[in-house]
């Protein structure tokens, strides 16, 4: 973590919580796949990420009801 720190400047430190597990927010290897389709990194970072939301929205639909906050990342991969 900290060499990815030094690499991105001083705000990189800021991104660091989205970098590690959290009991609410685990690692996942299948979402860990399934984002990197879509993070080519010959590609600026905003265009990935536009390209990561417009692929998730392309492969999921919202139903209420269906998942809750105890729906792990893994569950809801699963049953896309």
Excluded: C, K
Aim: aromatic letters at 6%.
């Amino acid at each position: 973590m900290r060499d990815l720190a030094a690499f991105g400047g001083p705000e990189a430190w800021a991104a660091v919580e989205f970098a590690v597990s959290s009991p609410m927010a685990p690692r996942e290897g299948q979402a860990g796949r399934y984002a990197l389709e879509s993070l080519p990194p010959a590609r600026p970072i905003l265009l990935r990420l536009l390209m990561l939301t417009a692929r998730i929205r392309r492969t999921f639909t919202v139903r209420p009801g269906t998942t809750t906050l105890a729906t792990s990342i893994a569950q809801v991969i699963s049953r896309r």
